[in-house]
């Protein structure tokens, strides 16, 4: 799938009488970004919360391995996302020896979100990415699946919300990602066609396979490299610097994008004033 950017500015608007050649690919007008993982060193977070509330620091693949499970059974619609973190702390401690009630696991997990508050990090090249994306004229939508109001926080406190367009959550939404629903949903908040999108994310199935298959540009971010070849349709990067290039050379035909003042959400976000 070849894209060209869409132009924003009216000085670079095509004339209403000038139709477009019939062979010119569609403009590309959004891009879609996964939160966790892919903007915000969620793993890292998690690992440090789990290491300081049981002492040791082996158990982020169990959580994970967990976490998956029962956020399944948010996706499948068999529960809501406040029951998924009851019952997934429950089964964790559970699975490490811990017999606890209703009561400690709630304690647990209270105590494991307010170590989380202070623990969100952006990966370090996020604000370069995110800036020139937005100077590039580009629609920006966060796509996460994940509760309201805990990721909308996160979103808030780490100074990303002003980049944003459109905020995407399954919590909210009740669909999730990878259902074509999901992305579909995003495309005509901002009105434009799933072939005008591309969607970048962590996770090679929920998001770049998903995104794929329900018609949008695929961009799959492999932070750890894991070596796993990319599946047609479906384009790899290692970091969120890669992506200007990949989107310029594989979607998009592009001049370099203006730098930006002070006034942008990047600048206010480095010099912590949020």
């Not at 919360?49 to 391995?65: A, F, K, Q, V, Y």
């Not at 949903?185 to 999108?197: R, Y």
């Amino acid at each position: 799938m070849d894209f060209a950017l869409a132009p924003r500015t009216p000085s670079r608007t095509v004339p209403a009488e000038a139709a477009p050649e019939p062979w010119a690919p569609p403009a590309l007008r959004l891009v879609c970004l996964d939160i966790d993982d892919t903007l915000i060193d969620c793993t890292a977070a998690i690992r440090r919360s789990l290491h300081i509330l049981t002492g040791r620091g082996d158990l982020w693949p169990l959580w994970d391995l967990i976490t998956e499970e029962h956020v399944a059974l948010v996706v499948a619609g068999e529960i809501d996302y406040t029951t998924m973190h009851q019952r997934r702390t429950d089964c964790f401690l559970a699975e490490i020896g811990i017999l606890a009630d209703d009561e400690q696991v709630s304690s647990f997990e209270r105590r494991r979100r307010e170590l989380l508050d202070h623990s969100w990090q952006l990966f370090g090249d996020v604000l370069d990415c995110l800036e020139w994306l937005r100077a590039a004229g580009l629609l920006l939508a966060a796509v996460t699946n994940a509760s309201g109001v805990h990721q909308r926080k996160k979103i808030a406190d780490l100074g990303l919300a002003p980049f944003f367009d459109h905020v995407a959550i399954a919590g909210e939404l009740g669909v999730a990602k990878p259902d074509p629903v999901m992305f579909h949903t995003v495309c005509l908040g901002l009105g434009c066609a799933p072939a005008q999108a591309v969607h970048v994310g962590d996770k090679l199935d929920t998001d770049a396979i998903g995104a794929r298959d329900a018609g949008l540009g695929a961009v799959w971010l492999d932070r750890d490299d894991i070596g796993e070849r990319a599946p047609e349709g479906v384009h790899r990067v290692a970091g969120l610097a890669e992506l200007p290039e990949l989107l310029v050379s594989e979607y998009a035909t592009i001049g370099v994008p203006a730098q930006r003042g002070s006034g942008t959400p990047a600048f206010t976000v480095r010099n912590g004033v949020l």
